[in-house]
């Protein structure tokens, strides 16, 4: 099945879900109505998304490598931009990017502004309590890494009584100081891998996709990942608490994404590993 078939295919499927809720909110009862008469608890995120033809996306544009513009065109891209592009052509719509600050990011999707959030947003307990999200499409675990030539360092354990160089306000510099490091501190991770490869500390620990965007752009010569964290970290789209019907039509094609290789290329493209499973 060629590639414009399964887009149409995919479309038609979200087509009659969408068709389903409308149903199901035109057959709610006089009891389901609110005071002003309208339908309360009708989800209506995937056929407003459906009936305009665009999918807006709040994110950054400042975060390489995940959301940016690129040098030379100025054209935005990156992992979570291409992700949403993809994402949004299997819905068989446009995707439209909104930029905005990190910190004004959740403000802007309660307000309406966007129908979702694209920005390595991780899922957790408090967010979850409050936003609905897709299933993730990244994964990530914490690194130690060290020169290539150390043997002396093959798990966190082994941080007992070494140097590593942190920033104070991250929770890798806890993760490190837990371990039995000894904390340089740095203000991010150039300084970090710096001190790693002039051999002033031990190792710094991160998270992996950091490691694997300054590998892809710089090679990472003479470094290695001695150990990972088991925990992994997990990233999705965001959307509105009653934006049920849209995440779970992103989910979906999510998986379509995943089963036919675009998630892993585009990860190969950025990161030179696949991130997203």
């Known amino acids: 099945m060629n590639t414009y078939m399964k887009r149409h295919l995919v479309s038609a499927a979200v087509l009659t879900l969408a068709a389903a809720v409308a149903l199901t909110g035109c057959g709610a009862s006089a009891g389901d109505s609110g005071s002003d008469g309208a339908t309360a608890g009708t989800d209506e995120s995937l ?3 459906l009936e305009s033809g665009t999918l ?3 994110t950054e544009g400042t975060y390489r490598p995940f959301s940016f513009h690129a040098d030379g065109s100025g054209e935005l891209t ?4 291409e992700v949403a592009r993809a994402v949004a052509d299997q819905l068989g719509v446009k995707a439209e990017f909104e930029e905005t600050q990190w910190d004004a990011i959740f403000a802007g999707l309660e307000a309406g ?3 979702t ?3 390595q947003v991780s899922i957790t307990p408090e967010r979850e309590d409050a936003y609905a999200f897709s299933t993730p499409y990244t994964y990530s675990t914490g690194v130690i890494v060290v020169p290539e ?3 002396s360092i093959t798990s966190f354990k082994d941080l007992a009584g070494k140097t590593t160089a942190q920033s104070l ?3 890798w510099y806890t993760l490190a100081t837990d371990s039995g490091a000894t904390v340089q501190s740095v203000e991010g991770w150039a300084q970090s891998v710096a001190l790693v490869e002039q051999g002033r500390v031990d190792a710094t620990v991160n998270d992996k996709l950091t490691y694997l965007d300054y590998k892809k752009q710089t090679g990472a010569a003479g470094l290695k990942v001695a150990a990972e964290t088991e925990d992994r970290s997990e990233s999705a789209f965001a959307f509105a608490p009653e934006g049920t019907a849209l995440a779970d039509a992103v989910s979906d094609a999510l998986a379509t994404l995943s089963e036919d290789g675009t998630l892993a290329a585009i990860s190969e493209t950025y990161f030179g590993a696949d991130v997203s499973q």
């Open 56 to 58: 807006t996306i709040g």
């Open 149 to 151: 030539d150390n043997t």
């Open 169 to 171: 306000t991250s929770n």
């Open 47 to 49: 056929s407003s998304v």
């Open 113 to 115: 502004r966007f129908d």
């Open 78 to 81: 990156g992992y979570d931009v």
């Open 117 to 119: 959030i694209a920005n």
